[in-house]
């Protein structure tokens, strides 16, 4: 593959467990080329190599001579997000998001950016649960009122935010589809994360449910969404799009 054709990738949060895992998966891929990469700057990795050897070190923010088509996959933390939002905006770099808990700063920073870029907004990149939400609106739509709905989410004891962004986020698609349904967070040992939704009806009861077995499946989820969001148009985009895309559908707009 020559260097043109290589994905210009920059990570911040590269020293997080998703971020570290993604940059893992980045230097061993040979569709990638890591250009960038973000800790904080009390971090002891500041400084370092990536991978322990190379041009390219960790540092506590992107330079702006990074290539134009670089991509930038933001793992870090909520309140660095805005100005890495505007960064992005500013030098015309592609955005994929997995941070979740945003709040009302970030949010309006992610609208400005995403009316000069594309912005993909991930509160999990695993493809079955892309899959997950769309299969939800399926059920709800057709089981109707009758079928009381619920969303469980479990996850590991260290996980900060409850309900989390998954669970959220499928709520909303839910809401989108005509129906409201409560969320029950559960934090527990190591689980991964569990997303179980169910509808109960009169004399039966329909599970739809994902286990996330394997934490490399976020790490390649994000590389995925990175791949699909380069060349994009700007305006604002999720792990949807990426879904639709392999399935040989276009963008949404």
Same mark, same amino acid.
């Given at each position: ?5 290589? @994905?210009?990738?920059?990570?911040? !949060?590269?020293? %997080?467990?998703?971020? /570290? &895992?993604?940059?893992?998966? *980045?230097?061993?891929? =040979? ?63 592609? @955005?994929?998001?997995?941070?979740? !808990?945003?709040? %009302?700063?970030?949010? /309006? &920073?992610?609208?400005?950016? *995403?009316?000069?870029? =594309? ?69 527990? !040992? ?64």
């Amino acid at each position: 593959m020559s260097d043109a054709s290589l @994905l210009p990738l920059a990570i911040h !949060g590269a020293a %997080g467990r998703l971020g /570290a &895992a993604v940059l893992e998966l *980045a230097l061993a891929s =040979p569709a990638c080329s890591v250009v960038g990469a973000t800790v904080s700057a009390r971090s002891d990795w500041l400084g370092r190599p990536l991978g322990g050897e190379g041009a390219v070190s960790y540092r506590d923010a992107l330079a702006p001579s990074l290539p134009a088509e670089t991509v930038v996959l933001e793992l870090s933390r909520v309140e660095a997000l805005p100005d890495h939002a505007r960064q992005a905006a500013a030098e015309g770099w592609p @955005l994929v998001v997995g941070v979740t !808990g945003l709040d %009302g700063a970030c949010e /309006a &920073a992610l609208a400005a950016a *995403a009316e000069q870029i =594309p912005v993909l907004l991930a509160p999990n990149f695993s493809l079955g649960i892309a899959l997950l939400k769309r299969l939800a609106k399926v059920a709800a739509q057709a089981l109707g009122p009758d079928f009381d709905g619920a969303i469980l989410d479990v996850h590991h004891r260290h996980k900060v935010d409850a309900p989390s962004g998954t669970a959220r986020a499928l709520a909303e698609a839910l809401e989108a589809a005509g129906r409201s349904v409560p969320i029950v967070s559960q934090r527990v !040992g190591e689980v991964i994360g569990d997303h179980t939704l169910t509808f109960a009806g009169p004399g039966e009861r329909f599970e739809l449910r994902h286990q996330a077995e394997d934490r490399t499946l976020f790490a390649r989820g994000a590389l995925a969404a990175a791949m699909f969001l380069r060349g994009q148009g700007p305006g604002t985009y999720t792990m949807d799009d990426v879904l639709a895309a392999r399935g040989g559908k276009p963008a949404a707009s």
